[in-house]
């Protein structure tokens, strides 16, 4: 199974920035997608940024031109760059990776599932 760990979150002041990360367990795996949503407390959780494996992206409109995902395929990281957070930004943020294949008995790559989570990683903005 693949299991995702976040790190990265805390409190930060209106204006500042931090860096999120998220680690697939083993580098056995390939992860066609990798992405961040987040959810603050009443409201439904949201898409934040997504990256394939190629490097395309995708980012919801709140945050274009101030966060950056990238990712590092040989070590199946996806990474959170935020920059000028408002107290808007807060919430929980959970990284998310979707079509994920594995190695088989011959070694070949199969879909082995899709849409896994992290168990999340809070960012509080402060005003």
């Known amino acids: 199974q693949v299991q995702l760990v976040e790190s990265g979150g805390g409190l930060v002041q209106a204006g500042g920035s931090l860096r999120l990360s998220c680690s697939a367990s083993?580098?056995?795996?390939?992860?066609?997608?990798m992405g961040w949503y987040r959810q603050a407390p009443g409201k439904q959780r949201e898409l934040v940024a997504v990256?394939?494996?190629?490097?395309?992206?995708n980012y919801t409109d709140s945050v274009k031109g101030r966060f950056t995902i990238s990712r590092d395929n040989a070590k199946n990281t996806v990474y959170l760059q935020m920059n000028s957070l408002t107290p808007e930004d807060s919430g929980v943020y959970y990284c998310?990776?979707?079509?994920?294949?594995?190695?088989?008995?011959?070694?070949?790559?199969?879909?082995?599932?899709?849409?896994?989570w992290g168990q999340g990683t809070q960012v509080t903005v402060s005003s």
């Open positions: 998310n990776a979707d079509q994920v294949y594995g190695r088989n008995y011959y070694g070949i790559y199969e879909a082995i599932g899709t849409d896994y």
């Open positions: 083993g580098s056995r795996f390939r992860i066609n997608v």
């Open positions: 990256i394939s494996s190629g490097g395309s992206t």
